[in-house]
């Protein structure tokens, strides 16, 4: 453990990282790739209303020790605490999500990414957008194409700031847009509490689940769930149980699911789409 308190050790152990802990791309790069094969996004405490807690100690019982996953504040708040431990220069950034968003309709900033600097040179780094999630760090000053282990994204110039978008079935989807400026905890707070509280969120509206394999993604929304192969169709099936529920949460997508009374009821609320 770091003089941070975080433990750093248990971290790789958790995504599988035994590379050189050295600040350079080679290291982000593999991090990047391997933090969103082993730690699952998944909104299950939101769902079954728990507080959402972005704290080091409670990320590590959550995510490290407790083979849980979580959403972009927690994904990405750990892989800051990791990144820092390791040496990175590391800023935390907030965005506005665009994905699938008309574009008469503004959003609120709820979702997060960081900035690591390396030699002069500025990265995001983002494992945490879902469904989407980068695979790949991408290069702050560069708005060419750019390829990630699980497809290209790029960086559009958008007013004072950028629009990430990712290469989806042979067309450029908008993911978010956001201004390269630091962020304070309390912002992150903020955000998180409104993402994880508020009735108009997303993540209290049903369950979202989604892992990254190496040859594609698995994505779970309610009861259907998707895998997206890489360069072959995507194969989809819709499940009717709370048990099929169950043994995908824990199957596929590696989740050790919380010892809760309330996830039951949560998970059939989820099957008749009642949450």
């Known amino acids: 453990m770091n003089e941070t308190g975080f433990d750093i050790d248990a971290y790789c152990r958790r995504i599988g990282f035994s590379g050189a802990r050295t600040q350079t791309i080679e290291t982000l790069r593999a991090i990047h790739l391997l933090h969103p094969q082993a730690v699952v996004f998944e909104n299950l405490d939101v769902l079954l209303g728990r507080a959402v807690r972005l704290d080091a100690d409670s990320l590590q019982r959550k995510m490290v020790q407790g083979g849980r996953g979580g959403y972009c504040f927690e994904q990405n708040s750990l892989l800051f605490h990791a990144l820092t431990a390791l040496g990175f220069a590391v800023t935390a950034m907030m965005a506005r999500v665009r994905y699938q968003v008309p574009d008469d309709v503004r959003t609120g900033q709820t979702h997060m990414l960081l900035r690591v600097d390396i030699d002069g040179v500025p990265y995001i780094a ?24 699980h497809g290209p994204f790029r960086l559009v110039a958008a007013g004072n700031g950028y629009r990430v978008e990712a290469r989806l079935r042979d067309a450029w989807a908008p993911l978010y847009v956001f201004a390269p400026e630091p962020q304070h905890p309390l912002d992150l707070e903020i955000g998180n509490w409104f993402t994880s509280t508020h009735p108009q969120s997303r993540f209290k509206s049903g369950l979202i689940a989604a892992r990254v394999v190496p040859d594609g993604r698995f994505s779970l929304n309610d009861r259907d769930l998707a895998f997206h192969r890489l360069n072959a169709p995507s194969e989809r099936r819709v499940l009717q149980t709370e048990a099929e529920l169950r043994d995908a949460l824990s199957g596929l997508f590696g989740l050790t699911l919380p010892d809760d009374p309330g996830l039951g009821a949560a998970l059939t609320k989820t099957l008749v789409g009642a949450v």
């Open 126 to 149: 983002d494992v945490g957008f879902g469904g989407n999630t980068m695979t790949g760090p991408l290069r702050l000053d560069d708005t060419a194409e750019q390829a990630t282990p």
